[in-house]
């Protein structure tokens, strides 16, 4: 049932107001439209299904309202991409029921670090904790969940995450030609498309400069030491 009153509110987002703000700004008909009419004549069972639909639907608007206000915390702290932060919104809401299982502040960071992978723009997780109250165990079970579930995107191919990594890191385009030269080479040694391979290829590339190492690792959101382990099982 759709009451078609002031069906566009031009108002401002109500879902970011505290408690007593959104009591100011609005009045109480605005939540009053969202609920079913229910009168003395409707019977039990109709009474039942008006309640649940209330909770149910408040109760999904207040979680994502929560999350989303987290979100956008956590990417302004990490300094995160518009797109990523969409990305992040959009898996909140499709997989809402799992979302839920988990403190805002979980969700979001889970969330977000999810999405920057699925972008081919992974960072490290440190990153985002050092903006969040989560804790680092609880974030990785949510990720893990949502990697789960979530359906993998067509990988773009190696030689875009390579410039990618490589622009990152402040390199030039001859330095990356070079690392996509080295994994040629050594596509027999190592399998998948990890970020430290490519970040491994690139260090080789500028000839193991010193300080690179630490800079690439954080462009490819890896370690310096899985930089390094790959490196050495690659040929120049």
Known sequence: MVVSESAVDTGPEWRSFDEEKRARTYPLKLVAKTDIAVKPEHGAQWRRLARFHKEALHSREWKLAE???????????ADLPQ??????EELAKKY??????????????ALLWTAAKRLGEPRPLKDFLRCSKAEKGQVKKAAWRLNGVVKPRRRMPIEEYVKTVAARAGLPASTAKAALEILEKNKRRLTG?????????????SSRRPGLLKALAEA?????????DAAKKMRI
């Open 67 to 77: 999350v989303g206000a987290e979100l956008r915390r956590v990417k302004e702290c």
């Open 83 to 88: 797109h990523v932060m969409g990305a992040a």
């Open 96 to 109: 809402f029921s799992l979302v839920a299982e988990f403190p805002p502040e979980v969700a979001a960071v």
């Open 193 to 205: 498309k990890n970020p430290w391979v490519w970040a491994a290829a690139l260090w080789l590339a």
């Open 220 to 228: 490819a959101g890896s370690t310096p030491f899985g930089v390094k």
